[in-house]
């Protein structure tokens, strides 16, 4: 069974940085070419795509984040991380991790495209 575990949520202010991370079982994710993506979801609206990282290390990043957050994976823990820098409140929302087996480049960014997806963890920035 495939399970995503995400953490490393919480409170911050304006400016501040929170590092998420995503710890996957059930599969070896570096062998079934998995990719892996974060997504959230702000009260009263729909899910966005945040950034997604291809099992061969290839990354992405939604306009909102870009040059703020940084994706990253570590096969061999079967995890993959989410730095947030300058954080700002239009970043409070819930963060998933999502994944599936080789999502191709086209989808990375359609949130539909992944079967595997986590409980979440509450971001929320705030002075």
């Known amino acids: 069974e495939v399970q995503l575990v995400e953490s490393g949520g919480g409170w911050v202010q304006p400016g501040g940085s929170l590092r998420l991370s995503c710890a996957a079982s059930?599969?070896?994710?570096?062998?079934?070419?998995?990719?892996m993506t974060w997504v959230r979801q702000a009260p009263g609206k729909s899910f966005e795509w945040v950034s997604t990282?291809?099992?061969?290390?290839?990354?992405t990043y939604a306009d909102s984040v870009r040059g703020r957050f940084t994706i990253s994976r570590d096969n061999a823990l079967n995890t993959v991380y989410l730095q947030m820098d300058s954080l700002t409140p239009e970043d409070t929302a819930m963060y998933y991790c999502a994944a599936d087996a080789w999502v191709a480049p086209s989808r990375w960014a359609d949130v539909s495209a992944y079967m595997y997806w986590g409980q979440g963890t509450q971001v929320t920035v705030s002075s």
């Open positions: 059930g599969f070896v994710f570096s062998s079934f070419a998995m990719t």
């Open positions: 990282i291809s099992a061969g290390g290839v990354r």
